[in-house]
């Protein structure tokens, strides 16, 4: 198999998927600490870069413990998609540029951007090409989807165009534009693309555990894997599947203590960085509902996290449900243990 992307010699990385108003710059780092091998920053508007339009490039802020992290960019003309990218390098010089021809959403799509190119693939290698002249010797790499419906699936024919423009991997989701997130990921689809090129392809779409990526990367000739909604509710999954992967047994989820700790400190660095705790906690509010999904009694927390606006209340919430759950543990240790005669 091909690259010119390192973390592809011997080992099978795993990314964190690049996910608008989620994967900012604490939640990165949260996940790198968890195991994520590959980060790469929130989608951004090549346009925006090319205006030079300052909320823009906060999007590309990162830090060095980061790498190896990508900007992922999403744009329809070309000069303008080159130029931003290469604008990205002199910024904040990453170590890939990732082209997003995956996006569902219409604001993406109706300005001819994200998956809206899975239909103009004369459009789409323009644009490819164009980046990979602009920024050469540095890799640029793709994310698709299989096609824009069920009508037009296109996936391998597409990433035959993004390998023949130089694009050095690429990441299929496994479900149409149509389908935007709801189905199942068709992984059909993307063993296919995975034997239609000799780059490496990195599969996403419904890898909710470390066993359901053991079992793709197992099934098919992907080179990696890309890990989104399931690492909001569970950042530790990228520790367990590389867990998994050493020794072939699934190690527990960590402790719920642990589990408040990381929200708690989620929270507090995003109360840090913003300056102010009101409106910090507010935008935590969807985080915390995404968290809650991996805890117990998960409809009641999802309850009081949509009212939060204050780390105490946050740090109150946790509190409770350590010492419930450490109450429950001790009462099932006093039960005694009855022995018919």
């Known amino acids: 198999m091909l690259s010119t992307l390192p973390w592809f010699s011997n080992r099978f990385p795993l990314y964190l998927a690049p996910m608008a108003g989620v994967s900012d710059k604490i939640f990165r ?12 920053t929130e989608f951004v508007s090549a346009e925006g870069i090319f205006r030079r339009n300052q909320r823009t490039r906060e999007y590309l802020d990162f830090d060095e413990i980061e790498r190896p992290i990508g900007v992922q960019l999403f744009g329809a003309d070309p000069e303008h998609m080159a130029e931003a990218a290469r604008q990205v390098i002199d910024w904040v010089a990453p170590d890939f540029i990732d082209l997003n021809f995956g996006c569902p959403v219409n604001k993406v799509v109706t300005k001819n951007g994200g998956s809206a190119l899975l239909k103009d693939c004369p459009a789409l290698a323009s644009v490819a090409a ?16 299989i096609g824009w419906d069920a009508d037009s699936i296109n996936a391998p024919h597409v990433a035959r165009i993004l390998f023949d423009a130089g694009i050095a991997a690429i990441t299929v989701h ?11 990921a068709d992984w059909d689809t993307i063993a296919e693309v995975a034997a239609a090129v000799s780059i490496p392809v990195i599969g996403n779409g419904d890898l909710a555990s ?6 793709r990367c197992h099934e ?13 509710s569970a950042p530790w999954v990228f520790s367990q599947t590389k867990h998994y992967f050493a020794t072939g047994e699934i190690p527990d ?16 660095l995003a109360v840090r960085q913003r300056g102010a705790e009101e409106p910090a906690m507010r935008s935590m509010r969807a985080r915390l509902m ?8 998960a409809k009641r927390l999802r309850e009081k996290f949509s009212h939060v606006s204050a780390l105490a209340e946050v740090e109150t919430i ?15 240790r006093e039960i005694p243990v009855l022995v018919s005669s």
């Not at 496994?174 to 199942?184: C, H, L, M």
């Open 29 to 40: 780092q949260l996940c790198k600490e968890h195991g994520a091998d590959i980060l790469t």
């Open 130 to 145: 164009a980046v990979v002249r602009a920024v050469a010797p540095m890799p640029v790499t793709a994310k698709i989807r």
């Open 174 to 184: 496994g479900r149409t534009r149509a389908q935007g997130y709801a189905g199942a």
């Open 210 to 215: 470390a066993s359901d990526i053991a079992k």
């Open 220 to 232: 098919t000739r992907i080179a990696g894997a890309m890990i989104g909604r399931a690492a909001m």
């Open 253 to 268: 989820a960590p402790e719920l203590s642990e589990r408040w700790n990381l929200i708690v400190r989620h929270c507090q």
């Open 290 to 297: 995404a968290y809650s999904r991996a805890m117990p009694d």
């Open 318 to 332: 946790a509190e409770e449900n350590i010492l419930c759950s450490e109450n429950e543990t001790s009462q099932k």
